[in-house]
């Protein structure tokens, strides 16, 4: 079945640690995105990719890094710069930003804490 | 700017009473909006949509959505609540003409369905 990976389930980050989050897909979708989720709030963009080897900053993208370098593959960084990085993050896709009408497909998230 | 309001943290019903979950919107043009649903420590998926054409929508698991464009409202109904409806759900709208192609989310709404 086609779909979106997260991995690992549960992260634990030590202080001036980089950690990163795996997120893949086999949905042949060309846009790929990076949300936190917090307690009472709703989901905030991280970073969001259209196309291959291209991505842009979303609204919390400082103390957090991406890369695209395959279709299927979106890993996201958490660095030491990031000092509350406890939070729940979800990666998404869809068929080609531009295509609005097109819904977002998430993955089940991976739940990062500061040990 | 964009923006979308659900304005209940949270949602009582009675088991097979109706349901209403609520949402507003702000967009500057055409919106495009969508109704997901999140389980605990799961992502969202996927509801119903309103692009363009009739005002009531209808999705999964027997939800429906009706637009308003004079109210800017786009509220989640079920005729019949089940208890396994109980879960978080989110309203987003994303404005026809925006180049970003981001989706504005909801802060979420807690669904709580009573035996």
């Known amino acids: 079945d086609g779909g979106i990976t997260q991995s690992p389930k549960y992260l634990f980050r030590k202080e001036g640690q980089n950690v990163t989050l795996s997120c893949e897909q086999n949905?042949?979708?060309?846009?790929m995105y990076w949300y936190r989720q917090d307690p009472g709030q709703g989901l905030r963009l991280i970073y969001y990719?259209?196309?291959?080897?291209?991505?842009q900053k979303g609204d919390i993208a400082e103390g957090y890094s991406v890369s695209r370098e395959k279709k299927e593959s979106f890993p996201l960084t958490v660095t030491s710069a990031q000092k509350n990085p406890t939070a729940f993050y979800l990666c998404?896709?869809?068929?080609?930003?531009?295509?609005?009408?097109?819904?977002?497909?998430f993955g089940d998230g991976t739940r990062l804490s500061i040990l | 700017a964009q923006s979308v309001a659900q304005p209940e943290d949270q949602v009582n019903v009675a088991e097979g009473n109706p349901l209403t979950v609520k949402c507003t919107y702000s967009?500057?043009?055409?919106?495009?909006l969508f109704w997901y649903v999140q389980y605990p420590n799961r992502g969202l998926q996927f509801l119903l949509k309103?692009?363009?054409?009739d005002n009531l929508v209808k999705g999964s698991y027997g939800f429906e959505a009706e637009f308003n464009k004079s109210q800017t409202s786009f509220h989640l109904k079920k005729p019949s609540a089940l208890v396994s409806d109980s879960a978080l759900y989110f309203c987003?709208?994303?404005?026809?003409?925006?180049?970003?192609?981001?989706?504005?989310w909801g802060a979420g709404t807690k669904l709580i369905i009573k035996p």
């Open positions: 309103y692009i363009t054409g």
């Open positions: 949905l042949n979708h060309d846009a």
């Open positions: 967009v500057s043009g055409n919106p495009y």
């Open positions: 987003a709208v994303r404005d026809y003409m925006d180049s970003n192609y981001q989706l504005i």
């Open positions: 998404a896709s869809s068929e080609g930003a531009e295509r609005g009408g097109k819904p977002q497909h």
């Open positions: 990719s259209q196309i291959v080897n291209d991505f």
